[in-house]
């Protein structure tokens, strides 16, 4: 049927193609074309949810409630020819009507029961919680997609330039939806004389009873298959990257015959989550592979899937080797897009206050006055392991002033040129010249031949010193620094 279905499509995709090099009415044409692309694509877009039915079982006992069972989590995985998904999450209570629309990266709260969605790559994650209570409940979660269509990765570039204009625009986005059921069952404690019912016969008995027609639960059955839920895991050397794989059409407690068959990716740790395969591996080594998954089901039927990981080279990051109070400073992590994980880049302080953060992208920070002196941590991580160096950055104090320049303008007058480092707001940046005797001499700064370099923060001030005795003079700022001394004397 799949190969017979991507026959379709690219018989389509061809005839499309020539549609547009041959017609006599190429804007007619190209609306047939683009038609029948977008059909045909839309045809292979459809969502896949893991579980039916997430439930929740409780015990009431007096005056407290014991949860006994709880599937907190559903994956939601498209299916097709489709590209950056837009997921919306409307969740409705059955008994009341009331309900709440989220999107992707959202919770929403709907009675006593709280959603948190999460997208991860293309697929989307679904949490729920439950504030305990006496009644039970029942819950219907809808999810609307809408995505690009794309064209598969085969096509020749020649008619790929021609088709990929008629799938894009907001006009030619998709649209599948699904459903799942979320349900709250509250049971009153059995009396020592009646034995409590199995778990599996007291969900479905009161579920049934408490909510009849309402339940509507999707056929466990089906076609055996394997549906990951990131087609491409991003990574990078030595970081623990993972997948999720949804089966279908089996059981991973009772139908399968032995143990997933993992291949083409190297060691691979393979745990059971469900009816879901999680697989975690690390990489030693830039590049890409691709794994390839097997089952075998007791009455002999296999279904495999593969998902490729590419592994990016960690770059280094931009930050500066020191930093001086009141500069803002750039700060790039240079973190590549990884899946399944949030980059994270912080910059502590001696004492472990984060002082600055960003989710892998370039951040700004100015350290104070009170900062001068002490030493600061960039680190980066994935999720909650640190990867690369952690680099230690002092912020210092600025360079103390320096006399650059002294001419001789005649016997007892002097043109003296002194360099100082700050912010050009700071007042106690600049400097004044400091004679010594002050009795020596007069000193007049020449305000307008003053100059600031805003790059490197750099200020020349130039002095006339008059001098009647020899003496020695010194750049004083207003933070307490100088100059080494330089002496003057009169022919």
Request: aromatic share 6%; proline share 6%.
């Amino acid at each position: 049927m799949m190969r017979r279905g991507g026959l379709e499509l690219y018989f389509v995709l061809y005839l499309a193609a020539l549609m547009l090099l041959l017609s006599d009415s190429p804007k007619r044409e190209t609306e047939l074309a683009s038609t029948a692309i977008r059909s045909l694509v839309a045809s292979t877009f459809t969502l896949v949810v893991e579980k039916p039915t997430l439930l929740c079982r409780a015990i009431v006992d007096g005056d407290s409630i014991k949860i006994v069972h709880f599937d907190s989590l559903n994956t939601i995985v498209p299916t097709g020819l489709v590209d950056s998904l837009r997921y919306t999450i409307t969740v409705t209570d059955q008994a009341t009507g009331a309900e709440e629309t989220s999107t992707a990266d959202g919770s929403l709260k709907v009675g006593n029961v709280r959603l948190q969605a999460r997208q991860v790559g293309q697929a989307l994650r679904i949490h729920w919680q439950i504030t305990p209570h006496r009644q039970s409940q029942l819950y219907r979660v809808r999810i609307i997609a809408r995505a690009q269509p794309q064209l598969p990765t085969t096509i020749p570039a020649q008619q790929r330039h021609q088709l990929e204009p008629l799938l894009a625009g907001a006009d030619n986005l998709l649209g599948s939806e699904a459903t799942f059921l979320v349900g709250y069952l509250a049971e009153e404690r059995a009396q020592p004389q009646q034995p409590l019912p199995s778990l599996d016969s007291a969900l479905e008995s009161r579920i049934r009873s408490l909510f009849a027609q309402q339940l509507q639960l999707q056929p466990s059955g089906g076609t055996f298959s394997i549906v990951p839920e990131l087609p491409v895991v991003e990574t990078i050397p030595f970081l623990t990257w993972e997948n999720r794989l949804a089966v279908y059409g089996a059981s991973l407690e009772r139908d399968i015959a032995q143990a997933p068959i993992v291949t083409g990716i190297g060691n691979v740790v393979v745990t059971i989550e469900g009816n879901a395969l999680h697989l975690r591996g690390v990489t030693t080594q830039p590049g890409s592979a691709q794994a390839r998954i097997r089952l075998v089901r007791r009455d002999g039927t296999e279904s495999s899937a593969s998902f490729t990981v590419v592994s990016t080279p960690l770059q280094a990051p931009s930050v500066p080797s020191v930093m001086y109070p009141g500069i803002e400073y750039r700060f790039e992590p240079n973190l590549p897009q990884l899946s399944g994980t949030t980059p994270r880049a912080v910059l502590r302080d001696e004492s472990g206050t984060i002082r600055a953060s960003s989710n892998g992208q370039p951040f700004s920070f100015t350290a104070s006055i009170a900062d001068t002196g002490r030493r600061f941590l960039f680190e980066r991580y994935a999720g909650t392991e640190r990867i690369g160096q952690t680099i230690a950055i002092f912020c210092e104090m600025f360079p103390q002033p320096e006399i650059v320049s002294i001419r001789r303008e005649s016997e007892r007058l002097y043109h003296v040129v002194t360099r100082s480092y700050g912010l050009a707001s700071d007042s106690r940046a600049r400097v004044r010249l400091e004679l010594e005797p002050s009795s020596a001499g007069r000193v007049q700064e020449l305000y307008g031949d003053q100059s600031f370099d805003t790059e490197n923060h750099v200020r020349l001030q130039h002095f006339r010193v008059q001098l009647q005795a020899t003496a020695s003079i010194r750049a004083l700022n207003g933070y307490g620094q100088r100059s080494p001394a330089r002496e003057l004397s009169p022919r």
